[in-house]
């Protein structure tokens, strides 16, 4: 397993989580734009944040806007993302994923962590 996110867990509307995705791959995270998505029983994956390899410029899904942040540590091969007054309706599957895999980079996810699962209760 390449990228391993944690930080998922259930918690009351209105609360606050961080998710935290570890790139063990040597090399690459680096030079890889990054990004959560997350996928709720019955909906297709969506993105929700993704952020730019050099620059750490991020961009937001709408849903996320103003109560997401997503940042990287590139010396730690970790990217974040602080979840704040969260909803019931952000209930799902949250997914790492990198940009690159082996020599090929793209403005898609070309690797997937497992996920980790998000639970807002109202």
């Known amino acids: 397993v390449q990228l391993v996110e944690s930080g998922g867990g259930l918690v009351q509307a209105g609360g606050s989580l961080r998710l935290s995705c570890v790139d063990s791959r040597s090399g690459i995270f680096s030079i890889s734009a990054m990004g959560w998505y997350r996928q709720a029983p019955g909906k297709e994956r969506e993105l929700v944040a993704e952020?730019?390899?050099?620059?750490?410029?991020?961009t937001y899904a709408a849903s996320a806007r103003g109560r997401f942040t997503i940042s990287r540590d590139n010396a730690k091969n970790t990217v974040y993302l602080e979840m704040n007054s969260l909803k019931p309706e952000d209930t799902a599957m949250y997914y790492c994923?990198?940009?690159?895999?082996?020599?090929?980079?793209?403005?898609?996810?070309?690797?997937w962590g497992q996920g980790t699962q998000v639970t807002v209760s109202s």
């Open positions: 952020i730019s390899s050099t620059s750490h410029t991020p």
């Open positions: 994923a990198s940009y690159c895999a082996g020599s090929v980079c793209s403005d898609r996810p070309q690797k």
